[in-house]
């Protein structure tokens, strides 16, 4: 089935979309993007938008800072995203990549004094770690400082870093890097954040170890406290407590929520997903695919019935 973009303000198809090669963002990373899922429900025979505003008003902060103005307001930003959709009539799971970037044909370092854009375009996406149990191992590449470059925002030429560190865990036989903060407390996947089942609680980072503030790991602190009574710890993570955690899993737009199993072939519990974790993966399962009535307003239905 064909896709869609829109770019310069327009509805094209995927295969025309095209940007040129001086742009300013392909050579210096100047683009803040997002990562959005539509999910497919066969028996509502709709796709589900998870958390759409949110994922603009993300996108929005982080255009502050690489000072990208955008003629959009994030509700304008969301019905672009569903009319996009509607377009390209999927009945599978999709990912919605939405940029906004600095758009200049013009070379030279700098944020200011360039023109901005936006686009955006959907793509059907299954499982990003093609994996029920992943293998981690820690990453010899660390996250950046804050004041190197703000990790709080999803800022396309920090990602180099995150493609350091996946594709020398793949190189070592893991599934998935984790990254250590400039301090050597742990930080995230190379595109999840992560969180550790210590006690009977959740422990996950906390926003000074160099993460990104999922919108994932906010749903996960959540439904952990609504539908579990389990409470989420945000503090720094010692390397050595990630190999004795009862049990550990990822979160992420495209990972969704993801076990680990073994972490530099340390067997995290049994082996296997936890109790609390298969608990949280079946009801956020549920809650994606609107079949959730109380998690209902994170949803955005896209067909119209």
Known sequence: MPSYAFLHKQFVPLEEAKIGVMTHALHYGTAIFEGIRGNWNSLKQQVYLFRLKEHYQRLLRGCCLLRINLPYTADELCQITI???????????????????????????????????????????????????????????????ANVIPPQAKITGLYINNAFAKTEAMAKGFDEAIMLAPDGHISEGSGENIFLVIDGKLVTPASYNSILIGITRDTVIKLAQNELGVETIERPIDRSELYTAQECFLTGTAAHITPVAEIDHYQIGDGKAGKITAKLKKIYAEVIKGNHQKYQSWCTAVYKK
């Open 83 to 145: 009319e996009l959709v509607r377009k390209c009539a999927f009945k599978e799971d999709i990912y919605i990549r939405p940029l906004a970037y600095k758009s200049s044909q013009a070379l030279g370092v700098r944020l200011h004094d360039l023109e901005d854009d936006f686009l955006v375009f959907a793509t059907p996406w299954g499982r990003y770690l093609d994996t029920d149990k992943c293998r981690c191992t820690i990453s010899s590449w660390r996250r950046p400082e």
